[in-house]
């Protein structure tokens, strides 16, 4: 449906977003060759371009938009904000009603014993700050020399310098001489890919293994902290077997290293608990949190301290020489507590949890029997589609990423907004996502399957 007539934007904006938008995670000349979509407008789990086309949205924008489009309670809370007071720092003892009645809601949804917020606008942003704050709790603490973060290959946890290299993206750290020092990364539980031999539970305990002995191998002393997502979104939507985090959680107490959870992506109902921490028993020293605070509709994300680190840095830290100009930004603030409102009202993560992501699982596992699929795997309203070569050797196609973008184009082409990673197609859809629309989603999956397979 292409709907381009004399009097259609599209040809200027096109232009011009080639000709002056540098895009994010983007070859600029390619998209300058090829043209943008712009997106005009959305409602509920939809999105429209300039163009009329409608796409259902299976990611729910970036993973985050998790109430869906259309919110005008949210618009009205921000609106309200706005007019009262657009804008106050919580820098130098001030505070606002939004910041201050935000930490008090995170506080209480958080896991237990996390009970202080920290404010920043991006993922990014607090991740970055975590560094800075366990740097600065293990000196405190008389440790200078506990400076090392573990993380996991294929993790995603932002784009700043620090971020990008607690991620374990290569692309990213080729770019800009990355990581840092005092960042290495050890493999992640993703048993289709690593495991081998192993049963997935086997393989859970030596992933997690493979952390431990990255500790034993540079010393406790030089380990601050352990960063991982409880599921790898951007990496691949890579599900640990059960038995991984438990044996982490054990690992970072034995060697007294912090154990950070990144739930950019996981929090807020996406694997049908309040944060995946929940889901996996996981009980954090620190979390990081954007994206499903806000469903996007406000850039906004925190570190959540736990008693330890909040004993360390507030109790005894003096004043912490960290912030950002937004941290707590009363807008962004009023928007997280009207969206955490609506998550709670309208029961969107028990939802998640037991009736539409179980249903959306269940008929996602559907296509496991299709002759291009290896596996299917995901929780809640989280999956993964990995596409393979065979399925019981698990062999992965040969020139990685090409058969998967190949599939994604005819989701695309049907309407359904998906992201290929490598050969997997993840799906992160909004928590109001209904039945039928699951139903749709799934079938245009399978005609893009078929599709893929006939080429
Ligand atoms: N942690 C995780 C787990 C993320 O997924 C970040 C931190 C960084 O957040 P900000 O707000 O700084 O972007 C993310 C972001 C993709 C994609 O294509 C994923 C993200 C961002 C952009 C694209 O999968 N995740």
């Not at 917020?117 to 020399?145: C, I, Q, T």
């Not at 991620?167 to 081998?196: C, I, K, N, S």
């Not at 996996?280 to 330890?308: C, H, N, W």
Request: glycine letters at 10%.
């Amino acid at each position: 449906m292409n709907q381009t007539t004399a009097n259609d934007p599209t040809p200027r904006w096109r232009e011009l977003d080639a000709r002056h938008h540098m895009h994010p995670f983007t070859d600029s000349s390619a998209l300058a060759r090829e043209g943008s979509r712009i997106v005009t407008r959305a409602d509920g789990v939809h999105f429209w371009d300039s163009e009329g086309n409608c796409f259902l949205d299976g990611m729910a924008g970036l993973w985050n938009v998790n109430v869906g489009y259309g919110r005008a309670s949210i618009a009205d809370a921000v609106h309200r904000q706005m007019l009262e007071l657009p804008f106050y720092n919580t820098f130098f003892k001030s505070a606002t009603p939004p910041s201050v009645e935000l930490s008090k809601i995170l506080a209480d949804l958080t896991p237990k014993g996390l009970d202080h917020v920290f404010y920043a606008s991006s993922g990014s942003e607090a991740n970055d700050s975590v560094v800075r704050m366990v740097r600065h709790f293990w000196n405190l603490k008389g440790r200078p020399e506990k400076k090392t973060f573990i993380s996991l290959e294929f993790a995603y946890h932002g784009s700043t310098m620090a971020s990008a290299s607690l991620g374990g993206m290569t692309a990213m750290h080729e770019q800009a001489d990355l990581p840092l020092p005092g960042f290495v990364h050890v493999t992640p539980p993703y048993w289709f890919r690593f495991g081998g031999e192993m049963s997935p539970e086997e393989f859970g305990l030596a992933a997690a293994r493979a952390v431990e002995e990255k500790i034993l191998e540079l010393g406790a002393d030089s380990v601050a902290a352990f960063i991982g997502e409880p599921i790898q979104g951007a990496g691949g939507v890579i599900v640990p077997p059960e038995s991984y985090w438990p044996e982490i959680q054990r690992i970072c107490r034995e060697h007294d290293v912090l154990l950070v959870v990144d739930e950019v992506v996981c929090g807020f109902g996406r694997t049908g608990e309040w944060f995946g921490s929940d889901t996996f028993g996981i009980a954090p020293d620190l979390m990081t949190i954007a994206k499903g605070l806000t469903s996007g509709y406000q850039p906004l994300s925190a570190v959540v301290l736990g008693e330890r680190m909040a004993e360390g840095l507030i109790d005894d830290g003096g004043e912490f020489h960290h912030g950002f100009t937004y941290s707590g930004h009363p807008a962004c603030c009023a928007a997280g507590i009207e969206n955490i409102r609506i998550l709670k009202d309208e029961g969107l993560v028990a939802r998640a949890g037991d009736s539409i992501g179980p249903y959306f699982q269940a008929k996602l596992r559907e296509l496991g029997e299709h002759p291009l699929v290896g596996e299917v795997r995901g929780i809640g309203m989280i999956a993964a589609v990995e596409l393979a070569m065979d399925k019981a050797s698990r062999q992965p196609f040969p020139n990685e990423g090409e058969i998967g973008t190949q599939c994604r184009d005819h989701c695309l082409a049907r309407g359904l907004m998906v992201r290929a990673v490598r050969d997997s197609l993840v799906l992160s859809p909004a928590l109001v996502l209904t039945r039928s629309q699951a139903d749709e989603i799934v079938g245009i999956l399978r005609q893009a399957l078929d599709s893929t397979l006939a080429e």
